[in-house]
């Protein structure tokens, strides 16, 4: 499988008409990057794999839906585009060593 995220302005929401496939997609939604910003809007889910820690994956909270999976993980990598210094992902890729930079003041 093969996942292309997208990012564009598409200009206002209001004259968008979406039709999204009612066999993939049951609502489409929009937050604000103020509200995903938001630190108390932000979560982590950790697991475990053969009882020890395995990775981390981000949430994004108190909308409409809980953004979870692969949406998170685009979303989270997204703000860390748009506004590196208010965003900083505090999620690292396992195996490769390499963490998120710190927050910055």
């Not at 093969?2 to 939604?29: I, Q, Y």
């Not at 998170?72 to 748009?82: F, N, P, S």
């Not at 060593?97 to 927050?103: E, L, M, S, V």
């Amino acid at each position: 499988m093969l996942v292309v995220p997208v990012v564009a302005n598409l200009g206002p929401l209001e004259d968008l008409t979406l039709s999204p496939n009612p066999d993939e997609v049951a609502e489409v939604f929009t937050l604000p990057l103020e509200h995903l910003l938001r630190e108390e809007n932000q979560g982590y889910t950790h697991f475990r794999t053969a009882g020890r820690y395995g990775y981390t994956l981000p949430v994004f909270l108190n909308g409409p839906h809980r953004i979870w999976g692969l949406t998170a993980i685009v979303t989270e990598l997204t703000l860390e585009l748009l506004a590196p210094d208010l965003y900083c992902r505090k999620t690292h890729v396992p195996g490769r060593g390499i963490t998120a930079p710190q927050k910055r003041a």
